[in-house]
């Protein structure tokens, strides 16, 4: 039975749950259990995580960084979106 997350093992699991019918399709009794535990997770982390907003850009530069990445190495992936 699927209920609020009140612990970090609940979480857990609930991730996992997650992972387990993640392609289940919209309508059917999976897609209704995976949108339920979508939501009960969202809402742990939101009151459990709190995490500062960052800039799109921001993010983008810092992820470019753990990478070690440089603007011409990530081109080819926003040469089909000029204008």
Do not use: S
Not at 45 to 51: A, I, P, R
């Amino acid at each position: 039975m699927i209920k609020v997350i009140r612990t970090t093992e609940m979480y857990q699991d609930y991730l996992a749950g997650i992972d387990e019918i993640f392609d289940a399709k919209k309508g059917t009794q999976e897609g209704d259990e995976l949108e339920l535990l979508v939501t009960l997770v969202r809402l742990y982390e939101q009151e459990n995580f709190h995490l500062p907003f960052l800039d799109p850009i921001e993010a983008i530069k810092n992820r470019m960084e753990d990478l070690n990445l440089k603007n011409k190495d990530c081109w080819q992936y926003f040469k089909d979106f000029e204008g």
